[in-house]
């Protein structure tokens, strides 16, 4: 391992090379300082240029840090990821046509990482069938690109995506602890994400492996099973002593695992629409049960299971590598506090994939006709799905929140009663979706059971039909619901209301 300067770090990354950044979103083990210098260098000495740059989670603020930083004309020829969404200024680039963009599911670029190291062709899975990623639809095709990286194929009589393997040239991770001889450790970082995958991936491509970290330490003198990148495969190493844990924490010692967080002293989330919809999906949990929750108003159910003193029978994950205690929600989603471990996150979508989840709460921008759902194209700015169709395509049941309407909804909670103060003039609700994140027929034959969560009304995918179960008291179902939708869904022959415990002060007095 070789000690450098970062602006030397970034000057080994040669034309035209591959190069795969880890880390996660809101700067999650992001080295982010190798961000910040080669848009410098790139500035200043017009290289490195005509990279295809991969991240596994996208990498920003929804601003102007992080991959956003990198959307300088020349730099890239070719980006993959799973979410452009939070980094704006590239999105611009990619929708002007200046760069060719594959958007992937963030399971299929993480288990990717595996197949790359173990010199596999690709990654075969059942993901993303039917959807926007099948080569049928869009191939996950973004801006000027135009190669396909995805095929269907056929083994042993079922369908599978094929997404093809790709040599990396450069890998750049982060942890916190570096030692002399170069073992990389962790300690103080929110997630693992997959930067032991990442590193044997380069490694084994020929290509070079660049680590990020806090301090030096001397040789042999981290603890051997601290060390998530052995020494081994670090060729680079720079250091960044103010590196921070996230974008907007500098260290929390419950997101690193080290202290516990106590159940007392946590201020209650408002009561607004977003509680009342994440509470009305925490009904659909029951006790044990292994769960994910996904970006936005899913965020705010282990809050309120925090809230409710329920936290603790269940098992929340994240798939950033979070199992088990309180994901965090807003910006720094992904991490976590009083879980009970820490996996790279390649093993997570293993878990997702095979099944292991028992129930998952997941947003939702449109829903159609047949229990399509659309999480990732809704407007003129690009997105992505993240890990959303790894999670979603084997967890037995789950729960798509969102609010009714959109663009100026406006809604209060009093006396325990919804009120509609203003309707939102976009449907969510519509004919066919944009592009297809989750497949509401390979829901069917695989038996899923599915709702779509609402403030006002609850609908279930029944025998491929979506079907009005519940709607809240005082709420007209001609007036309220039907009239704002763009199809006509059934309507239960025991429709119910709406459990009036999600729109009272106080805890619901849940107890499993």
Same mark, same amino acid.
Request: glycine share 12%.
């Given at each position: 391992?070789?000690?450098?300067?970062? +602006?030397?770090?970034?000057?080994?990354?040669?034309?035209?090379?591959?190069?795969?950044?880890?880390?996660?979103?809101?700067?999650?083990?992001?080295?982010?300082?190798?961000?910040?210098?080669?848009?410098?260098?790139?500035?200043?000495?017009?290289?490195?240029?005509?990279?295809?740059?991969?991240?596994?989670?996208?990498?920003?603020?929804?601003?102007?840090?992080?991959?956003?930083?990198?959307?300088? =004309?020349?730099?890239?020829?070719?980006?993959?990821?799973?979410?452009?969404?939070? +980094?704006?200024?590239?999105?611009?680039?990619?929708?002007?046509?200046?760069?060719?963009?594959?958007?992937?599911?963030?399971?299929?670029?993480?288990?990717?990482?595996?197949?790359? !190291?173990?010199?596999?062709?690709?990654?075969?899975?059942?993901?993303?069938?039917?959807? $926007?990623?099948?080569?049928?639809?869009?191939?996950?095709?973004?801006?000027?690109?135009?190669?396909?990286?995805?095929?269907?194929?056929?083994?042993?009589?079922?369908?599978?995506?094929?997404?093809?393997?790709?040599?990396?040239?450069?890998?750049?991770?982060?942890?916190?602890?570096?030692?002399?001889?170069?073992?990389?450790?962790?300690?103080? +970082?929110?997630?693992?994400?997959?930067?032991?995958?990442?590193?044997?991936?380069?490694?084994?491509?020929?290509?070079?492996?660049?680590?990020?970290?806090?301090?030096?330490?001397?040789?042999?003198?981290?603890?051997?099973?601290?060390?998530?990148?052995?020494?081994?495969?670090?060729?680079?190493?720079?250091?960044?002593?103010?590196?921070?844990?996230?974008?907007?924490?500098?260290?929390?010692? $419950? $997101?690193?695992?080290?202290?516990?967080?106590?159940?007392?002293?946590?201020? =209650?989330?408002?009561?607004?629409?977003?509680?009342?919809?994440?509470?009305?999906?925490?009904?659909?949990?029951?006790?044990?049960?292994?769960?994910?929750?996904?970006?936005?108003?899913?965020?705010?159910?282990?809050?309120? !299971?925090?809230?409710?003193?329920?936290?603790?029978?269940?098992?929340?994950?994240?798939?950033?590598?979070?199992?088990?205690?309180?994901?965090?929600?807003?910006?720094?989603?992904?991490?976590?506090?009083?879980?009970?471990?820490?996996?790279?996150?390649?093993?997570?979508?293993?878990?997702?994939?095979?099944?292991?989840?028992?129930?998952?709460?997941?947003?939702?921008?449109?829903?159609?006709?047949?229990?399509?759902?659309?999480?990732?194209?809704?407007?003129?700015?690009?997105?992505?799905?993240?890990?959303?169709?790894?999670?979603?395509?084997?967890?037995?049941?789950?729960?798509?929140?969102?609010?009714?309407?959109?663009?100026?909804?406006?809604?209060?909670?009093?006396?325990?009663?919804?009120?509609?103060?203003?309707?939102?003039?976009?449907?969510?609700?519509?004919?066919?979706?944009?592009?297809?994140?989750?497949?509401?027929?390979?829901?069917?034959?695989?038996?899923?059971?599915?709702? $779509?969560?609402?403030?006002?009304?609850?609908?279930?995918?029944?025998?491929?039909?979506?079907?009005?179960?519940?709607?809240?008291?005082?709420?007209?179902?001609?007036?309220?619901?039907?009239?704002?939708?763009?199809?006509?869904?059934?309507?239960?022959?025991?429709?119910?209301?709406?459990?009036?415990?999600?729109?009272?002060?106080?805890?619901?007095?849940?107890?499993?």
């Amino acid at each position: 391992m070789r000690l450098m300067s970062v +602006e030397e770090a970034v000057r080994q990354v040669a034309d035209g090379a591959t190069l795969i950044i880890g880390g996660s979103g809101a700067g999650h083990a992001v080295p982010q300082l190798f961000i910040d210098t080669l848009a410098e260098v790139y500035e200043q000495d017009g290289r490195p240029r005509d990279l295809t740059t991969v991240r596994v989670v996208g990498i920003g603020d929804f601003a102007d840090r992080g991959f956003s930083q990198l959307a300088l =004309p020349g730099l890239m020829k070719r980006t993959i990821g799973s979410n452009i969404g939070n +980094e704006p200024r590239l999105g611009q680039l990619v929708e002007s046509g200046q760069i060719e963009a594959y958007s992937f599911p963030q399971g299929v670029l993480s288990l990717l990482c595996r197949e790359i !190291a173990a010199g596999r062709p690709g990654l075969v899975t059942s993901v993303g069938l039917h959807t $926007y990623v099948d080569p049928r639809q869009t191939g996950g095709k973004q801006g000027a690109a135009s190669e396909d990286l995805v095929e269907l194929v056929e083994l042993n009589g079922q369908e599978w995506l094929f997404f093809k393997a790709f040599p990396i040239d450069v890998a750049v991770i982060r942890g916190s602890t570096i030692d002399e001889d170069g073992n990389l450790t962790m300690e103080d +970082e929110a997630i693992r994400g997959e930067m032991l995958a990442m590193a044997m991936a380069a490694h084994n491509s020929g290509g070079i492996v660049i680590a990020q970290a806090k301090r030096l330490a001397q040789a042999k003198s981290v603890r051997p099973r601290d060390v998530v990148v052995p020494g081994a495969l670090i060729d680079i190493a720079y250091l960044d002593p103010d590196q921070t844990q996230t974008y907007y924490t500098d260290f929390s010692p $419950y $997101y690193a695992g080290a202290m516990r967080r106590p159940a007392t002293g946590g201020t =209650p989330l408002p009561l607004d629409v977003r509680k009342a919809i994440a509470r009305r999906a925490l009904l659909e949990f029951r006790p044990g049960d292994i769960c994910n929750l996904g970006f936005g108003i899913s965020q705010s159910i282990g809050a309120i !299971a925090w809230e409710e003193g329920i936290d603790d029978r269940l098992v929340l994950t994240v798939e950033q590598g979070i199992f088990g205690g309180v994901p965090v929600g807003g910006m720094e989603g992904g991490a976590g506090f009083n879980y009970q471990a820490v996996i790279d996150q390649p093993y997570m979508f293993d878990f997702y994939e095979g099944g292991g989840l028992d129930i998952a709460s997941l947003s939702f921008a449109q829903v159609d006709r047949v229990g399509n759902v659309n999480v990732h194209r809704f407007d003129d700015r690009l997105r992505g799905p993240g890990g959303f169709p790894n999670i979603s395509a084997h967890t037995p049941r789950i729960c798509y929140v969102g609010t009714f309407t959109t663009g100026g909804l406006r809604v209060a909670i009093e006396d325990g009663r919804l009120q509609i103060i203003e309707e939102g003039m976009v449907s969510k609700f519509v004919e066919d979706v944009t592009e297809i994140s989750f497949s509401g027929r390979m829901a069917t034959e695989r038996g899923q059971q599915v709702k $779509y969560i609402t403030e006002r009304a609850v609908f279930d995918l029944i025998d491929g039909v979506v079907t009005l179960t519940e709607m809240a008291e005082g709420i007209d179902a001609e007036k309220d619901v039907l009239a704002h939708m763009g199809f006509e869904p059934a309507v239960a022959d025991d429709l119910t209301t709406l459990d009036p415990r999600v729109f009272a002060d106080g805890p619901m007095g849940l107890s499993f």
